[in-house]
T-cell receptor, first 109, second 116 residues
Framework: GQSLEQPSEVTAVEGAIVQINCTYQ??????LSWYQQHDGGAPTFLSY????GLEETGRFSSFLSRSDSYGYLLLQELQMKDSASYFC??????????FGSGTQLTVLP | NAGVTQTPKFRVLKTGQSMTLLCAQD?????MYWYRQDPGMGLRLIHY???????AKGEVPDGYNVSRLKKQNFLLGLESAAPSQTSVYFC???????????????FGEGSRLTVL
C-alpha cells in the first residue's frame, strides 16, 4: 500500500516563509505532486518532482529526496490568499495519485 | 476552454436510490479519475481509466461502478446509495504523457452528494 504523512496545520504571518513537509511509503514511486485547495473547491496543481532536487515556480518551490522518501513545499513571501489546504500526493504508473490528508495553512496579517 | 465539467453539482438521494455522475473533459486527455473527499481528509481514488473503454479500481471502489465509453466522458454510478457515500466527488484528468507535468491532474469543481 501507500501512505503519506504531512502536518495537519501550519500557521505563519504574511510575508514569511513556510515549509510543509511530506514523507511517504509507497511501492512503485513515479513522482511527488503538490496541490492547493481553497475551502473545498477544486484542487489545483502546484508542482511535480520526479527526480531529486528543487523545482521552483514563482513563490513556490518543491523539493524531493527519493532516497529519504521525503519532500517539501516551500512557500515564500506569504500572502493572505495562500491560506488554504495543501496536499502532497504520490503518482502511480497510470498517473493516479494517492493523497496525503492535507495541511491547513493559515496566514495571519 | 471548459476543462473538466461535472454534473450535477449537488444531489440529495435517499438510501437505496441510484444515480450517475457525469464527468466531461475537452482537453483530449487519456487518463481520467474519480475521487471522493470527506471532511478533513485527503482525496481517495475510487476508479480510474487509462483510455477509452478501460477502467480500473482505485483505493475505495466498493459500491461504485464506472464506464468510459467515449474518451471525453467518465461516468460514476452508485447502484444503491448508502449514507456512507455522502461525500464530495471530484473528477480529474491527465494528459498521460511522461514529461515534467506528468503529475498534473486537472480537477472538476466537485459534485456534492448527500445520502439520507
Amino acid at each position: 500500500g501507500q501512505s503519506l504523512e504531512q502536518p495537519s496545520e501550519v500557521t505563519a504571518v504574511e510575508g514569511a516563509i513556510v515549509q510543509i513537509n511530506c514523507t511517504y511509503q509507497t511501492s512503485g514511486f513515479y513522482g511527488l505532486s503538490w496541490y492547493q485547495q481553497h475551502d473545498g473547491g477544486a484542487p489545483t496543481f502546484l508542482s511535480y518532482n520526479a527526480l531529486d532536487g528543487l523545482e521552483e515556480t514563482g513563490r513556490f518551490s518543491s523539493f524531493l529526496s527519493r532516497s529519504d522518501s521525503y519532500g517539501y513545499l516551500l512557500l515564500q513571501e506569504l500572502q493572505m490568499k495562500d491560506s488554504a489546504s495543501y496536499f502532497c500526493a504520490v503518482s502511480g504508473s497510470a498517473r493516479q495519485l494517492t493523497f496525503g490528508s492535507g495541511t491547513q495553512l493559515t496566514v495571519l496579517p | 476552454n471548459a476543462g473538466v465539467t461535472q454534473t450535477p453539482k449537488f444531489r440529495v438521494l435517499k438510501t437505496g436510490q441510484s444515480m450517475t455522475l457525469l464527468c466531461a473533459q475537452d482537453m483530449n486527455h487519456e487518463y481520467m479519475y474519480w475521487y471522493r473527499q470527506d471532511p478533513g481528509m485527503g482525496l481517495r481514488l475510487i476508479h480510474y481509466s487509462v483510455g477509452e473503454g478501460t477502467t480500473a479500481k482505485g483505493e475505495v471502489p466498493d459500491g461504485y461502478n464506472v464506464s468510459r465509453l467515449k474518451k471525453q466522458n467518465f461516468l460514476l454510478g452508485l447502484e444503491s446509495a448508502a449514507p456512507s457515500q455522502t461525500s464530495v466527488y471530484f473528477c480529474a484528468s491527465n494528459l498521460g504523457d511522461s514529461g515534467a507535468r506528468a503529475g498534473e491532474l486537472f480537477f472538476g469543481e466537485g459534485s456534492r452528494l448527500t445520502v439520507l
